[in-house]
């Protein structure tokens, strides 16, 4: 299949026009419409794989919800709340599957950054209370943990423990803990917080430039239309009242990245470029595609 290229760009006074009209004539594998930090690892992890890459956001890097986050690396344990009851599991299988397989990435991408980036995430005493008539067993967390374990690729253990409520609250903090008379126990494992997210974001964004991948901020796209030969796209400066625009025909496929701040960007995508999480984003988006 022949690879198509940018067809032009219309010049502009901003001082972006001369990076956009640089463009004119490239062709890309992979377009990524947002650079948080879904966005910034699926570039960083597509470029690696030899793709060739383009990763526009409208604002700047991070800027999004990335920046707006708990700043918690999440072990996975939210993915294994069943809703009203564990008979949710039990009627619904594949709901089941589903969160042992998002449970699982969630330990594996909890190990993979923490191995990478200890620096970047200082380990903390995560509290979960349990409270009598509470949606939540003890039993219940007991066995979530030690799915958590067996899921998990080890080297990073939990150190989960119930505490009992008495001994509770005699812990700082926890004693001034709401209605403590129907305080059952309290369980404690190890978590692990990153205080800047935005350097997580601009470190993957960096790290795929360095792999080949081409990086714009404050830069809108719209898709155009799709055709045989691809995608094609329009960007242009997200300030310019009279954008410099460059229609860019991709060969391969779209990811949008956008995240709960970006709700107005394309949404027409090809299913193969949903985007699950920071581990699904960077990995599967990979996994699906190969490089020519």
């Given amino acids: 299949m022949q690879r198509p290229r940018i067809l032009g760009v219309v010049p502009s006074h901003f001082p972006s026009s001369e990076s956009l009209a640089a463009l004119s004539g490239a062709a890309f594998d992979v377009a990524v419409i947002g650079g948080g930090i879904n966005g910034a690892s699926a570039a960083q992890h597509l470029a690696a794989a030899g793709y060739s890459v383009l990763l526009v956001d409208k604002g700047d890097f991070g800027s999004g919800s990335s920046g707006r986050s708990s700043r918690l690396l999440h072990c996975g344990l939210r993915y294994l709340a069943p809703g009203r009851s564990l008979f949710d599991f039990v009627r619904h299988p594949s709901r089941l599957a589903a969160a042992l397989r998002m449970a699982r990435k969630g330990m594996e991408a909890r190990a993979e950054f923490v191995g990478t980036s200890a620096e970047q995430a200082p380990a903390m005493r995560f509290c979960f209370p349990i409270f ?7 039993w219940q967390i007991d066995l979530a943990f030690r799915l958590l374990d067996r899921l998990g690729p080890g080297g990073l253990p939990l150190d989960y423990e ?19 008379q129907s305080l059952e126990s309290v369980a404690m494992y ?27 901020n404050y830069t809108e796209a719209r898709i155009v239309s799709r055709d045989t030969d691809g995608w094609s796209l329009e960007i242009a400066h997200a300030d310019a ?51 020519t």
């Avoid at 009598?132 to 003890?138: D, E, F, L, T």
């Avoid at 119930?162 to 926890?174: D, I, Q, S």
């Fill in 190 to 216: 190890r978590e692990y917080q990153f205080d800047w997210p935005e350097r997580v974001c601009i470190d993957a964004v960096l790290d795929a430039e360095r792999l080949g991948a081409v990086v714009r």
């Fill in 162 to 180: 119930r505490v009992p409520a008495e001994a509770a609250l005699r812990m700082p903090l926890l004693r001034w803990i709401r209605d403590p």
């Fill in 132 to 138: 009598k008539g509470g949606p939540y067993r003890g």
């Fill in 241 to 291: 009242p009279a954008p410099a625009a460059a229609e860019l025909p991709l060969a391969r496929g779209i990811g949008r990245a956008t995240g709960r701040a970006g709700r107005r960007q394309p949404r027409r995508l090809p299913r193969r470029a949903g985007i699950l999480g920071i581990q699904c984003a960077s990995c599967s988006a990979a996994s699906r595609l190969r490089p």
